[in-house]
């Protein structure tokens, strides 16, 4: 949690979400730091933290952002898929994908709003042993819903 310029204990996208939490990487932190979200991604981002992230924030308490966008550099690090939704839109194949992984203390509590909203995901794979979700938001490729357990 960042405190923003006017002082008040807020993220910079909504009450509990920053931008800067979208560039991480546990793994790979100087490749992390050359991640740059364009305006379009902020304004797509800002959306997803408005309306789905906290909202579930709301639900079950802090979620840790494991990984947001990826640099192409990243993703072949992290041994991500070829054209994965983490390239935000430097991804060729599903124009406007964005995918963020989270996690949180309370995963059955996580799980159960997850898929209550799945037709709100594009994607939403659920690492239960890894303990992480990915969460794929709508490109332009008419899929929703989609649930994987991995
Ligand atoms: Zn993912």
């Known amino acids: 949690m960042q405190i923003n310029t006017n ?7 909504t009450k509990n979400f920053s931008e800067w939490e979208f560039k991480v990487s546990e793994g790979y932190p100087l490749l992390a730091a050359q991640i740059v979200i364009t305006p ?6 800002l959306c997803v933290c408005k309306f789905f992230l906290q909202p579930l924030r709301n639900y079950v308490g802090t979620i ?10 990243l993703n072949i690090a992290v041994d991500g898929a070829e054209n994965s939704d983490h390239l935000w839109s430097a991804n060729p194949v599903r ?3 964005i995918a963020v992984d989270i996690t949180c203390e309370h995963l059955n509590l996580a799980e159960k709003w997850l898929i209550e909203r799945r037709d709100m995901l594009r994607h939403l794979v659920i690492y239960r042993d890894r303990k992480f979700f990915h969460l794929g938001f709508p490109a332009n490729d008419n899929q929703y819903g989609k649930v994987t357990r991995a």
């Open 7 to 13: 002082g008040l204990d807020m993220g910079d996208l």
């Open 64 to 73: 840790t952002v494991t990984s947001g966008k990826r640099t192409r550099l």
């Open 95 to 97: 124009i406007g994908a």
């Open 40 to 45: 379009a991604e902020r304004s797509q981002l």
